[in-house]
């Protein structure tokens, strides 16, 4: 007797339904990785954080004398010692040092604002300003209602870049002319000047003009 083979019948939704599910999860499995790649990127970084400045450092001296108030006397042929220089330690943003310069008294500037006489030139000292790195003269500012004008000057620095005893003049001492007339003395009067140091990050100003209002605007 011939036996007949029972042949299980295949349910074809069943089995497309199956399928399905499983290329449903197989692709939800590789676009949740993708997603959390994704959202840890934009998530991560360096978080916010002050950006480091080190000390800036100002020192005005008489090099002949230990005493920076000393007084000086003016003859034809004597030397007369006067400068400033500035120390600064660096910041991890670049920056713009500035120096501020207030003299007073028998004192003129030069329009360039690069050279400072005494009266009927009888000495005159050049700031150190030729090379790139050298101090560059940005404008002078009137004092209120005054007659006294501040100069000045400003140097730029790439990031951790230093400076030490960087100084304003190119000399520290000038000698007097021999030619200057002692007779001039009853009409000259003392000369006194105010040096002022600063630094500010260079970053997010367009440039040193706009940097330096903001600094003298926002700190006296």
Request: net charge negative; with cysteine; hydrophobic share 35%.
């Amino acid at each position: 007797m011939a036996k007949k083979r029972t042949r299980a019948k295949v349910n074809i939704p069943m089995c497309a339904a199956c399928i399905l599910l499983c290329l449903t999860m197989f692709s939800f499995h590789f676009s949740s990785g993708v997603i959390a790649r994704y959202s840890t990127d934009t998530s991560g970084g360096d978080s916010a954080r002050v950006i480091r400045f080190n000390g800036i450092t100002l020192n005005v001296y008489d090099v002949n004398s230990a005493d920076a108030d000393s007084e000086h006397f003016i003859a034809p042929g004597v030397p007369l010692t006067w400068n400033a220089d500035v120390t600064f330690d660096g910041s991890e943003s670049a920056t713009y040092v500035f120096l501020e310069v207030t003299p007073t008294g028998s004192c003129t500037v030069s329009g360039d604002g690069m050279t400072y006489t005494l009266a009927h030139d009888a000495a005159a000292w050049t700031v150190d300003g030729t090379e790139d790195d050298d101090w560059k003269y940005l404008d002078k500012y009137k004092i209120d209602d005054t007659d006294i004008y501040t100069y000045v000057y400003y140097l730029s620095l790439a990031p951790n870049a230093t400076l030490t005893n960087k100084k304003f003049f190119t000399a520290d001492t000038v000698t007097i002319s021999e030619f200057f007339d002692p007779e001039h003395l009853d009409d000259m009067t003392t000369v006194t000047t105010d040096f002022r140091a600063s630094v500010v990050q260079s970053n997010g100003f367009n440039s040193p003009t706009e940097a330096w209002t903001s600094l003298s605007t926002n700190h006296p």
